[in-house]
């Protein structure tokens, strides 16, 4: 499978924890956050009923599985269901996973991977 790389924006243009983009790339509607310093890809589209994560609050800590704790959770802001922005799991319904891309820096800008 081929991967492509589309550019989302300048990094001075996300430098602060929790600032957020929201970009079409290929037909996906992706959020890209900054979460302590880091920065995350998810589909800004919630599994649950399509709740637009770039407006969710990020929350702090959570249990995500026995060998793997975050900081890094998003909440969904229509019904308050929580993802570990990281990996994609769901703290609350392991079932409904939400997507995530890899995020890659160069020259001050980023891009998504799909
Ligand atoms: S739409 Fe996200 S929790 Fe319901």
């Known amino acids: 499978m081929s991967t492509n790389r589309y550019r989302i924006d300048q990094?001075?243009?996300l430098s602060?924890?929790?600032s957020r983009v929201v970009r079409e790339v290929n037909g996906i509607t992706v959020a890209v956050l900054n979460v302590e310093g880091e920065y995350h890809a998810i589909s800004n589209r919630c599994?649950?009923?399509?709740?637009p994560l770039q407006k969710g609050a990020l929350t702090g800590y959570a249990d995500v599985t026995d060998e793997q704790?975050?900081?890094k959770i998003v909440e969904c802001p229509w019904h308050c269901w929580r993802f570990d922005v990281t990996c994609g799991g769901n703290i609350d319904d392991s079932e409904y996973k939400l997507s995530t891309y890899n995020v890659e820096e160069q020259d001050g800008e980023l891009f998504v991977v799909l």
């Open 47 to 51: 599994p649950h009923v399509g709740g």
């Open 16 to 18: 602060e924890h929790g």
């Open 69 to 71: 704790d975050t900081e």
């Open 11 to 13: 990094t001075s243009e």
